[in-house]
Each structure stands twice: as structure tokens, then as C-alpha cells.
């Protein structure tokens, strides 16, 4: 098992990570000083695979659990969803001595912070994420919220967790397309943060796609201690932290634009590597042979590549509204070769469409 600190001062946390270990989840909450009632906020793809499971680890710790299921899927990821959370909450009587769990996705965890963020202006919650995508990026560094028929994540707080605890035996039942795109993340650390690590995934592709849990526990470990440094340094992403957001300009740009239901989160942050690398060769930031390399790792990788056809003004608007524009411009996340990064002020969102071939 690994332990990696996320270290925040008073609002510091550990992430606890290894395979088998979801049966130490009442323990690793009373480890936490957590107390009174467990609201377990999952999905009703997850329910039936592991909310029996988490239950009865934290009712051998004492705990009273109350399970909240909500619909499975981005789409869901809205303010009538969210309600749902509140409701449960209200009618067990839930209070300040009370917290939750999220187990799930990226979307529960979103979700289930965000509700946590708010309820009673706050109450602790534990972060227990069941997809890859989730164990290597969003259950880690406290950003919950949910999305805006405008655009991705709009509505949202920065919050932090008590903890995170993750499974990589949970990742046996996920759905192949599901882990595949939780590669995508993982993918992005080593291009703009670990060349080592950028490696390691190029000669280890074999090994991630059987679920090799030894390959898992380091990939899904360095991941999390790459972003638990960036998060350290840069918690409110006022600088640093935009890093983080590589390939996700045009990727949540493709996903607003196919109202998040064609493409997975991590295969649309695929694509936006790819042509985030070819704006970065475009910028003499890397040469043809590191947009081959991402390019080359993220097919064998089996996620797509290229943007989905839509209007030039389609794109333009899309990005009008993307999170990282402050006025009247836009932090572009550039890969320096393999393993460094740039971020870029973009006033004319316009350009990298037509570096990219939309609208050239």
C-alpha cells in the first residue's frame, strides 16, 4: 500500500492507496476523526458492485450509513441531480457532526464534494473513487462542482476531502471504454510533468491494459503525487495548477459541444493532447518526434485522436465560455517537449482552431 500526502496546512489529507482495501474504509474514517452519521453517495451502476461492501466497513466502525443513488452518468451532473443529494441529507436528519462519502466516479465525486461544500455551509466528506479517471485526478485536490448547460464545471467550490482512499482492485468491473479513458489522465502527467514517467507508460502499455495491479498501483500512485505537488503549490489554480487543465481546453470544448454524451471525459482530454501537441510544435515548444510520441502511446492507449466536425463558430463559442478565460483571454497549457510544460496567453482563441484545422 502507498500513502501520499496532499500537504495543505490545516486542510492537509492523505491518499491511501492499494489493492483489496475497501474493507478498511470504517477504519481509515475513524483514523480521521470522523463521527456521527455516513451518507454514502454513489450511483446505481456502482450500488450493486460495492455500496454493500463500503456500508459494512463503516458499520463495523460504529457509524449509522444512510446510501444515496443517483443516476449513473455525465449528463447527470446538474443542478436537478444535485437536489437529489440535499433531499437525502435533509430527510436522515444529517448534521455538522455528519459526513459523506463518495463513492464513484468523477461525477460523484464532484458532485458529493459540492454537496458536502454546501450542506450546513460545510461538512466533512471522504473521497473513495472507484474509476481510474477518478483515482488519478479528481478525487484529488478539492475541486467539486457541477456542470452548466454553457459549458463544464462552471458551478462549483474548491474543497477539500479528509481523505482519499483508493482500490485499484475496484477497477476489475469497470467497463473497458471507462478505463481506457482514465488512461488519457494518467497520459498527461507524464507528458507535461515526468519524462521518466511518460516512459514508463510507453513500455509498460501491455501491463495497463491487462489491469496489472502492480503497474496500476505505481501509475495510479505517481499520478497522485504529481498532482498533490502541483495542488500544494497552486491550490485555487491562480497560477501553477492551470498545468492540470493539459488537453482539456479542446477536450471540454468537444464534450460541451456533443452535450458530454459521445465521448468519455479522458477520451475528449485525449484529443485535446493531440492537438494541444501539434499547437505546441506549431509554437517551436516540441519537435515533430514528441507530438509523435503522444500521439503514438495514446493510439496504443486505443483513444481517439481527432476532433469531432463541428462549425468554426461552434468551437469559438465553446471555448468563449471555458473556465480558464479571464479577460478577455485564455491560459493555453503547452507541452515543452515530454515532461515540461508552458502556459500560454491566448487572446485570439480563434488561432488554435486553425492550427488545429478547424476553420483553416
Given amino acids: 500500500m502507498e500513502r501520499i500526502k496532499v500537504d495543505l496546512a490545516e486542510r492537509s489529507y492523505d491518499i491511501t492507496i492499494g489493492a483489496g482495501n475497501l474493507h478498511t474504509l470504517g477504519d481509515r474514517c475513524k483514523a480521521l476523526s470522523l463521527s456521527g452519521t455516513a451518507a454514502v453517495v454513489t450511483n446505481r451502476t456502482i450500488a450493486p458492485l460495492y455500496l454493500e461492501r463500503a456500508c459494512a466497513s463503516l458499520a463495523a466502525a460504529g457509524y449509522r450509513t444512510v446510501p444515496v443513488k443517483l443516476p449513473d452518468g455525465e449528463a447527470f451532473k446538474e443542478s436537478g441531480t444535485l437536489n437529489l443529494i440535499y433531499d437525502s ?111 514508463f507508460l510507453e513500455e509498460n502499455v501491455d501491463r495497463l491494459l491487462a489491469r496489472d495491479k502492480d503497474a496500476l498501483i505505481h501509475a495510479v500512485g505517481r499520478s497522485c503525487a504529481l498532482k498533490a505537488r502541483v495542488v500544494e503549490s497552486d491550490e485555487r489554480e491562480s497560477g501553477l495548477r492551470a498545468v492540470l487543465n493539459y488537453g482539456h481546453t479542446l477536450g471540454h470544448a468537444v464534450e460541451t459541444l456533443t452535450h458530454y454524451s459521445r465521448f468519455l471525459h479522458g477520451e475528449a482530454v485525449a484529443i485535446g493532447m493531440v492537438q494541444a501537441a501539434r499547437i505546441s510544435r506549431s509554437l517551436g515548444l516540441c519537435g515533430d518526434e514528441e507530438c509523435r510520441r503522444i500521439e503514438a502511446l495514446l493510439q496504443k492507449l486505443r483513444l481517439p485522436l481527432e476532433l469531432p466536425f463541428f462549425p468554426f463558430e461552434e468551437y469559438e463559442e465553446a471555448l468563449s465560455h471555458d473556465k480558464k478565460v479571464r479577460h478577455s483571454g485564455l491560459t493555453f497549457v503547452c507541452n515543452k517537449g515530454i515532461g515540461d510544460f508552458s502556459l500560454e496567453r491566448v487572446t485570439d482563441p480563434g488561432k488554435l482552431l486553425k492550427i488545429c484545422g478547424i476553420g483553416a
Fill in 89 to 199: 441529507l435533509v430527510e436522515a436528519a444529517l448534521d455538522r457532526g455528519s459526513f459523506i462519502v463518495a463513492l464513484g466516479g468523477g461525477v460523484i465525486g464532484d458532485m458529493a464534494g459540492f454537496a458536502a461544500a454546501t450542506y450546513l455551509r460545510g461538512i466533512p466528506f471522504v473521497q473513495v473513487p472507484t474509476t481510474l479517471l477518478s483515482q488519478v485526478d479528481s478525487s484529488v485536490g478539492g475541486k467539486t462542482g457541477i456542470n452548466h448547460p454553457k459549458g463544464k464545471n462552471l458551478i462549483g467550490a474548491f474543497y477539500q476531502p479528509k481523505g482519499v482512499l483508493i482500490d485499484v482492485a475496484l477497477l476489475d468491473t469497470l467497463p473497458d471504454r471507462e478505463y481506457l479513458s482514465g488512461l488519457g489522465e494518467v497520459v498527461k502527467y507524464g507528458a507535461v510533468l515526468d519524462a521518466p514517467f511518460f516512459t
